[in-house]
């Protein structure tokens, strides 16, 4: 049996104020070794701080859905933080002129393309309809993916780590490959990087470019959109 002072350190270790302190510690040691490795693309901090907060819950043997309702206090703040993505936006307001007619067209074009090539290539390769079903709304930000999901009969749970994973790629080989492609405009590469990972691709353009950042953060909320109007069409005409 263990001693008293065991089970009481495990419940300390355990309890919500702990695991939000190693979320926090997590995310820290992220923007450490960011800094550490001057901007290399595997050094995001999201990646990181996922990384660290796993194995920091699975040492202490706590199951993700005690860590979730323990953490909620960290994903309460997800959705204010979302609302303050308006401000670097709104002091790019000037530099809105001339992309807005494009933006309206990219963008609900980008998200049919992404909703039918997820939802047509999981069929080809053998994917069961569900699948299929869960895995095509993941180029939307994660909380209105999983209610996609939900809505059209996929795997909410399953969607999250799809829509996540598809972030985390975005943010660490989307600005590689742009600048592969010559693509220099800022305001173009934020709007491609907000519309493939969404809220972590976004927080990547907000360090490496103020108007990029911007520009991410408009092109996360209006394809989360677009992709809620046009998921039921694809669906139906696919």
Do not use: C
């Not at 709104?90 to 090539?117: K, W």
């Amino acid at each position: 049996m263990r001693r008293p002072q065991e089970v009481a350190m495990r419940e300390a270790l355990a309890s919500p104020a702990a695991l939000v302190l190693l979320t926090l510690l997590s995310y820290r040691l992220g923007l450490w070794l960011r800094d550490r490795t001057h901007g290399h693309p595997l050094a995001q901090p999201v990646v990181v701080g996922i990384v660290g907060t796993a194995l920091g819950i699975t040492l202490l043997d706590v199951d993700y859905a005690a860590y979730a309702d323990a953490a909620t206090l960290v994903s309460f703040w997800l959705g204010p933080a979302t609302v303050a993505l308006a401000v670097p936006l709104h002091r790019q307001v000037r530099r809105m002129r001339g992309v807005v007619g494009p933006m309206l067209v990219a963008i609900p074009l980008g998200a049919v393309v992404s909703i039918a090539t997820a939802y047509a290539l999981v069929l080809l390769l053998g994917g069961s309809e569900t699948l299929a079903l869960t895995v095509s709304p993941k180029a939307t930000t994660t909380p209105v993916a999983i209610a996609l999901s939900e809505q059209v009969g996929g795997l909410p749970p399953l969607t999250a780590v799809v829509t996540i994973t598809a972030g985390i790629l975005g943010a660490v080989l989307a600005p590689t490959v742009l600048t592969l492609l010559r693509v220099r405009d800022h305001r173009a590469r934020g709007l491609a990087m907000g519309a493939v990972s969404h809220g972590i691709g976004t927080s990547r353009s907000l360090v490496d470019n103020e108007t990029e950042g911007a520009f991410a953060g408009l092109s996360m909320g209006l394809t989360a959109l677009a992709t809620s109007v046009l998921l039921p069409v694809v669906l139906l005409l696919v």
